[in-house]
């Protein structure tokens, strides 16, 4: 199921919230993540990254992973650092030399007995340099080398979704994986997918009475997260709602500090809503239709 800002694009690919996706790249939730993927991470703000980087490396460290965090000058540690990690700056190490580098942890750390490796590399800094796009690439090259050699290693690349189209672009075309959060709740009849821009929900497949607390979990926890912003539901992948449901999302509607908005409903459910009556309730609104993709 596509969340919020992923459309399909006529020239095969993926644009994801203004970048393209490669047509032969995946998208992967962060706990599928396998030995040999190098993946990116393209964050829109601080929530994102903390909640996608957070849970890769705190998997690591409840396991037995060792972790390698690759950061620039004044960078940031992910969340959740404890022991098990390693870190490297970036800016200290000639572009060239960073695959041996890895490829030396990543051994020394299977040699330790470590199950696996998981690196976190924080590479927007290289694009405020001279030659950052080049710069950039150049360690992307050189990640791939040493993750890809790998029966052991995983990676995550992460860069601001502000950077720009071109390094955006030229992102997705180093990487084979685009990693996404995990589900926020998914068995074989539902799935509630996290959004982060806008913030709110993408919900697809049926929404019935067994799953309503998990439903009404979910939006408190978002519109908790939103703090008085606008709280989107993506329901392009709903194939069922029933009246209990709707009814969650009228009084959440009534309790959320800014509006509720439905985007890209079905039109059969839009039509429901609009029948009744409850397009016209006080923080309920109907936002970018189905045919919006």
């Known amino acids: 199921m596509a969340g919020a800002g992923v459309r399909w694009c006529a020239s095969g690919g993926l644009a994801v919230n203004g970048a393209m996706e490669s047509p032969w790249s995946v998208r992967r939730p962060v706990g599928?993540?396998?030995?040999?993927?190098?993946?990116w991470l393209a964050f829109g703000d601080a929530d994102e990254r903390c909640h996608v980087l957070g849970s890769f490396v705190a998997r690591?460290?409840?396991?037995?992973?060792?972790?390698?965090?690759?950061?620039?000058?004044g960078g940031a540690e992910p969340p959740g650092v404890g022991g098990r990690v390693t870190l490297l700056a970036l800016d200290e190490i000639e572009p060239e030399r960073l695959a041996a580098t890895l490829e030396a942890e990543?051994?020394?750390?299977?040699?330790?007995?470590?199950?696996?490796?998981?690196?976190?590399?924080?590479?927007?800094?290289?694009?405020?340099?001279?030659n950052g796009l080049r710069l950039l690439l150049e360690?992307?090259?050189?990640?791939?080398?040493?993750?890809?050699?790998?029966?052991?290693?995983?990676?995550?690349?992460?860069?601001?979704?502000?950077?720009?189209?071109?390094?955006?672009?030229?992102?997705?075309?180093a990487h084979a994986v685009t990693v996404t959060a995990d589900p926020a709740f998914e068995d074989s009849v539902l799935r509630i997918d996290?959004?982060?821009?806008?913030?709110?929900?993408?919900?697809?497949?049926?929404?019935?009475?067994?799953r309503h607390a998990v439903f009404s979990e979910a939006l408190t926890s978002t519109m908790?997260?939103?703090?008085?912003?606008?709280?989107?539901?993506?329901?392009?992948?709903?194939?069922?709602?029933?009246?209990?449901?709707?009814?969650?999302?009228?009084?959440a509607a009534a309790r959320c500090r800014g509006p509720v908005?439905?985007?890209?409903?079905?039109?059969?459910?839009?039509?429901?809503?609009?029948?009744?009556?409850?397009?016209?309730?006080?923080?309920?609104?109907?936002?970018?239709?189905?045919?919006?993709?």
Request: charged share 25%; glycine share 14%.
């Open 32 to 39: 599928e993540l396998r030995p040999g993927d190098h993946a």
């Open 60 to 73: 690591g460290l409840a396991g037995a992973d060792k972790v390698i965090v690759l950061r620039g000058p």
């Open 106 to 130: 990543i051994s020394a750390a299977v040699d330790a007995g470590y199950r696996g490796v998981r690196v976190a590399a924080d590479l927007t800094w290289t694009l405020g340099r001279g």
């Open 139 to 173: 360690c992307e090259r050189q990640i791939d080398r040493a993750v890809g050699a790998s029966t052991a290693a995983i990676a995550i690349c992460q860069v601001d979704r502000g950077c720009g189209a071109a390094a955006l672009d030229a992102l997705a075309d």
């Open 194 to 210: 996290r959004t982060f821009r806008p913030v709110g929900l993408a919900v697809g497949g049926q929404l019935d009475a067994a």
């Open 224 to 251: 908790a997260r939103a703090n008085g912003d606008p709280v989107h539901l993506d329901l392009a992948g709903l194939e069922f709602i029933d009246l209990g449901a709707l009814t969650m999302l009228a009084d």
């Open 261 to 293: 908005v439905l985007d890209r409903m079905p039109a059969r459910l839009r039509a429901i809503i609009e029948v009744v009556g409850w397009d016209a309730l006080p923080g309920l609104r109907l936002g970018t239709p189905e045919s919006g993709r």
